[in-house]
């Protein structure tokens, strides 16, 4: 089976390409290297698998149209689209940029399937297309009251509408998988763990927006990954497909709670700065994963403890290299 990666030199992506080839997947990935973040760590990301008899890489923006058309002319069996303009914050003060990459980019890509008979999709979505939580319980895909306070977050709720769209029009089979807060090795730099750690190990204060009770339904990398397979096997196997569901870990962690763990892991005393909610942020993450364990299989195992420490190996692994 041939996959079409989005991404694929990303965080999630770069772990889910290498996922895909072990299973004995063909992969062609693209990546634009956005100057979001360093290129470098994308190419360090993109070298773990670059050279795989099964991998084959172009540089492409997906809101190209004429080189996703010219580019891409392969028969794939399912395109997993993990690519997008990414943070919550960076969104409020640039949405052109948003709407431009989530939206038109995945337009192009629902376009490029229509045009090639490409038939199945994973999209990446995320949490925030829910909004704030205000019962503090676990949200089910099928809660229909969204209010994403965030462009970000109305970028990806409206990917997953085009999605049911070209669904209804093309008989594409979908699944729309909202991700809750994906840590692990290789998280970008810009991220709060990632943050979090940097700074405690050059001793130096963090900042913590609100008064800690902020919570987030951490997922591991690894464990949203093999969602994401299981996802693909699904869509594989099954006609006439169109699902929304949760990957997430089902545990909120207060920010409060989070800290003190890195803290505790490194070896190093608090130095915490504390500051206002900023906008955008939303008060809870809590994914019902009922759906997921019932339609996928999905069993997330790693937790909180683990992962931080698996994720500061990693940083340090890569402070040596």
Known sequence: MKVLLTGCAGFIGSHTCEKLLSKGFSVIGI?????????RIKEKNLDQFL?????????LDIRDHEAL???LKDQVDVLVHLAAKAGVRPSILNPRDYIDVNIKGTQNLLQWMVDTNCKKLFFASSSSVYGNNKNGQAVKEGHFDLQPISPYAFTKRSGELMNYTYHHLYKIDVINARFFTVYGPRQRPDLAIHKFVDLI??????????NG?????YTFVEDTVNGILSGVEY??????????????NNTPVPLLTL????????GKQENIIKQGMQDGDVNLTFADISKAKSLLD??????LEEGIARFIDWYRQQDKN
Not at 51 to 59: A, D, G, M, Q, V
Not at 213 to 217: E, N, V, W
Not at 259 to 266: D, H, N
Not at 298 to 303: A, G, L
């Open 31 to 39: 990546d634009n290297f956005s100057t979001f973040y360093d290129r």
């Open 51 to 59: 050279n795989h008899p099964n991998f084959t890489f172009k540089e």
């Open 69 to 71: 058309k010219n580019e």
């Open 201 to 210: 190990t050059r001793d130096e204060p963090i900042h913590m927006y609100g």
């Open 213 to 217: 009770d902020s919570a987030r339904d």
């Open 235 to 248: 869509l594989l196997n099954n006609e006439n497909v169109v699902e929304t569901i949760n990957l997430g």
């Open 259 to 266: 800290i003190k763990t890195i803290y505790t892991q490194l």
């Open 298 to 303: 999905y069993q997330p195992e790693v937790k």
